[in-house]
């Protein structure tokens, strides 16, 4: 699995910028296409199309376009399979502690899960432009701004304390703070994830699509929620790509079968 495209140059931007669409953007855009239209088959009833929205439409196309630049499958799949997975654990959490409920009461509703494959990638991207505009010093907010957002969202998850989940959630975060190895690129991935979340979580809210304990529109630690979720997704692909890449070369001793004596 290539590394992170993180610690670029400008010129090195604008080049990606030139180079950014090709064969694969179409390509990406029929599977992209073809997994909205499955989405709003199955679940049609949720979706009003005669009144067209339009902060959904532009926040869809909007991420659509980011994804389908520079795609790169031994990079994607990995982080919308994490994303994926992720997703839905960060979903039954929320809605089976009650943090917030969606206007179709599902804990959670699984028309909401293909959203985070999407949204992870468009913030992989995204992050990559980040990491170019932020300053040298952003480094060394790496760690303090990530544990700040733990106790910002513990605060946050105070009336579901007494719950294992929020326990088992609470742990998570810790250990994410706890194994920043490359602080820029979580700085990218929590300000670019954060920076889409605002879009994100305020057109649910707004459109009561989905409601916090809180009633705020949004709360301002959801949003930040995502830039977070980005950098534990990322964690979850480093540990997968290093065990990965230390399993391959056993693999074939593995399975190699044993001449036979003479």
């Given at each position: 699995?290539?590394?992170?495209?993180?610690?670029?140059?400008?010129?090195?931007?604008?080049?990606?910028?030139?180079?950014?669409?090709?064969?694969?953007?179409?390509?990406g855009l029929v599977v992209l296409s073809t997994?909205?239209?499955?989405?709003?088959?199955?679940?049609?009833?949720?979706?009003?199309?005669?009144?067209?929205?339009?902060?959904?439409?532009?926040?869809?196309i909007g991420m659509t376009a980011i994804l389908?630049?520079?795609?790169?499958?031994?990079?994607?799949?990995?982080?919308?399979?994490?994303?994926?997975?992720?997703?839905?654990?960060?979903?039954?959490?929320?809605?089976?502690?009650?943090?917030?409920?969606?206007?179709?009461?599902?804990?959670?509703?699984?028309?909401?899960?293909?959203?985070?494959?999407?949204?992870?990638?468009?913030?992989?991207?995204?992050?990559?432009?980040?990491?170019?505009?932020?300053?040298?010093?952003?480094?060394?907010?790496?760690?303090?701004?990530?544990?700040?957002?733990?106790?910002?969202?513990?605060?946050?998850?105070?009336?579901?304390?007494?719950?294992?989940?929020?326990?088992?959630?609470?742990?998570?975060?810790?250990?994410?703070?706890?194994?920043?190895?490359?602080?820029?690129?979580?700085?990218?991935?929590?300000?670019?994830?954060?920076?889409?979340?605002?879009?994100?979580?305020?057109?649910?809210?707004?459109?009561?699509?989905?409601?916090?304990?809180?009633?705020?529109?949004?709360?301002?630690?959801?949003?930040?929620?995502?830039?977070?979720?980005?950098?534990?997704?990322?964690?979850?692909?480093?540990?997968?790509?290093?065990?990965?890449?230390?399993?391959?070369?056993?693999?074939?001793?593995?399975?190699?079968?044993?001449?036979?004596?003479?």
């Open positions: 699995m290539p590394e992170p495209r993180y610690g670029g140059s400008v010129l090195g931007v604008r080049a990606l910028l030139r180079t950014g669409y090709d064969r694969r953007s179409l390509d997994m909205y239209v499955i989405v709003l088959r199955t679940w049609r009833d949720l979706f009003d199309l005669s009144t067209p929205d339009p902060l959904f439409l532009g926040i869809w389908c630049f520079r795609i790169d499958a031994a990079r994607d799949v990995p982080r919308a399979i994490v994303g994926l997975g992720g997703g839905l654990a960060i979903e039954a959490w929320g809605t089976v502690t009650e943090l917030w409920t969606y206007s179709t009461h599902e804990r959670p509703p699984l028309w909401i899960i293909p959203a985070w494959p999407v949204a992870t990638l468009a913030i992989d991207r995204l992050a990559a432009v980040a990491d170019v505009l932020l300053p040298r010093a952003a480094d060394r907010l790496a760690r303090p701004a990530l544990a700040a957002f733990v106790a910002w969202m513990v605060w946050f998850a105070r009336p579901s304390w007494g719950s294992p989940a929020t326990w088992l959630a609470a742990l998570g975060m810790v250990l994410v703070v706890a194994t920043v190895k490359r602080p820029r690129q979580d700085v990218a991935l929590f300000v670019s994830g954060a920076a889409l979340g605002v879009f994100l979580e305020y057109w649910g809210t707004s459109r009561e699509c989905w409601t916090y304990w809180t009633r705020e529109v949004p709360p301002p630690v959801a949003a930040a929620a995502h830039g977070f979720a980005s950098v534990a997704f990322q964690r979850v692909v480093d540990v997968a790509a290093l065990a990965w890449d230390r399993l391959r070369p056993i693999t074939p001793r593995r399975t190699a079968r044993r001449a036979p004596l003479r």
